[in-house]
Nanobody, 125 residues
């Protein structure tokens, strides 16, 4: 099991940037794929970006492609989500997640077994 703690959320105006961080602990971190998800009030949780165990494979939702970048620093056991050109529709609670199934669907919440508590991102127009 991996323990996850997110940070870096906040309020920003449209067009601004934020960087989310997810600190992971647990002996299996390096073998996990990692992801960022978000959930707005009244909506389902949706995949934003995910990254493979080695960091070489990344996947993005169409709505954030070209604006968000996911990365991982294995030495610090940390995953990042750099968010640029933020829009009001990006407003949501953002969650970090980890998984280790042999077969996984990159942006599907069902492929992830461990979740952080979330960090709020609010983008005003």
């Amino acid at each position: 099991q991996v323990q996850l703690v997110e940070s870096g959320g906040g309020s920003v105006q449209a067009g601004g940037s934020l960087r989310l961080s997810c600190a992971a602990s647990g002996s299996t971190y390096s073998s996990n794929y990692m992801g960022w998800f978000r959930q707005a009030p009244g909506k389902d949780r949706e995949g934003v970006a995910t990254i493979g165990p080695g960091g070489g494979s990344t996947y993005y939702a169409g709505s954030v492609k070209g604006r968000f970048t996911i990365s991982r620093d294995s030495g610090k056991n940390t995953v990042y989500l750099q968010m640029n050109s933020l829009k009001p529709e990006d407003t949501a609670m953002y969650y970090c997640a980890a998984g280790r199934y042999r077969y996984w669907v990159p942006l599907s919440p069902g492929s992830f077994s461990d979740w952080g508590q979330g960090t709020q991102v609010t983008v005003s127009s």
